[in-house]
Structures are given as C-alpha cells and as structure tokens.
C-alpha cells in the first residue's frame, strides 16, 4: 500500500509538473499558437480557451486514473508466481484473454477485480506517455527555438507533417510502456508481499 502511495504521489507530483511546464513554454515561444501540437488546436483551430480546457480535462483524467491505482487493489490469485515473468503470464490470461460482459467486469460484477486491473493499467501508462509527451514538447521548443543548428533540430524537420512535430508524439507509446512497466513491478511486489505475509501466518 505504501509503495502505491509512493508511486502514485510521484507520477501525480511529475504529471503537474510538466503538464505547468509545458504550457508555460507553449505561450512564450508561440504565443500565437501557430505550432502547437494539440489536436484541439491545430486540427479545430482553437484558441487558447481551448488549450487551457484540454490540458485541465487530460490532467483531471489523469488523477482520477491515478486514484484508481492507488485505491486499487492487486490482483487475487491463488497461488503467487515466484518470477516476475510468470505473474504478468498470469495476469494477461486473467485479465486480457477472457471475454467477459461488461456489466461483469463494472463494479459489484464477478470480475470487477480483473476489470479494475485494466483500469489500473491504463491510468499509469496514461499518466507516463502524457508526462513523456510533455517532456518531449518542452525540450521540442527549446532545441527549435533556442540552440542553433544540431542534430536535434535536423531530427526535427524529418520528424514533422507541416507545422506539426511528430517527435512528441513518438515519445507516448515509450511512456505508456514506462508506465505498464512500474504497474507491473508494483503489482508483482504486492503479490509477493501478501504471499510472504500469508507464509508467515501458516508458521
């Protein structure tokens, strides 16, 4: 419990962060919103009203994902894997493969434990892939506006689809794997944990 204290705390301390980090940048490098990568505003055309609502609506998304993990609770099994490996074997036949209703999988179902686990899942790797995407945005205006010349700026101007620099988004999918990779670490550590206490108990 504790470590999901931690790492959710940590993740909602960075996503804040970066998500302030990457706005503030935003308007003093383009005021006008000319480059800005946000599907909102550079597909719709809207304006900064419409930056400022998206970026609150993906934060708020984001913590109440990050509420989630932390309130959650770990997968029930019945006997504990002993390698990480095994456990996430485990969890993908418990909670990918099976077909299950989605009334089944709500709260109060018979499978809201496995229905929960994805919900749990989701938010972390949401929570890393925007703060991956933020980083990278931030970082993006600096190196495009400020350095002169470099590899990074040649990076740019292959990696782009007319005002549009794809870079941020390539960063997401590595965030999203960052994060499932901490979720199943963490799960993986609190299964041992409640095996560990169980063995004790039988002693």
Request: with cysteine; glycine share 10%.
């Amino acid at each position: 419990m504790h470590r999901r204290s931690f790492l959710a705390s940590a993740t909602f301390a960075f996503l804040t962060i970066v998500r302030i980090a990457d706005f503030a940048t935003t308007l003093h490098f383009d005021q006008s919103l000319s480059h800005e990568g946000n599907p909102v505003v550079f597909i719709f055309g809207g304006g900064l009203p419409a930056l400022v609502l998206t970026g609150v609506v993906v934060w708020v998304v984001c913590t109440a994902f990050l509420f989630a993990f932390w309130r959650g609770t770990p997968l029930r099994l019945a006997k504990q894997p002993k390698r990480f490996g095994g456990f996430v074997r485990i969890w993908i036949q418990r909670v990918v493969k099976p077909r299950h209703s989605i009334t089944d999988s709500l709260p109060g179902g018979s499978h809201w434990n496995e229905g929960l686990q994805a919900i749990r899942l989701f938010g972390l790797g949401l929570s890393w892939a925007i703060i991956f995407g933020s980083i990278a945005a931030i970082h993006a205006w600096f190196a495009t506006r400020v350095a002169d010349g470099g590899a990074y700026q040649h990076m740019y101007s292959t990696l782009r689809v007319g005002k549009l620099n794809l870079f941020v988004f390539l960063m997401t999918p590595a965030g999203f794997l960052v994060g499932a990779t901490i979720f199943f670490i963490s799960e993986y550590r609190s299964a041992r944990s409640v095996a560990g206490r169980r063995s004790d108990r039988e002693i």
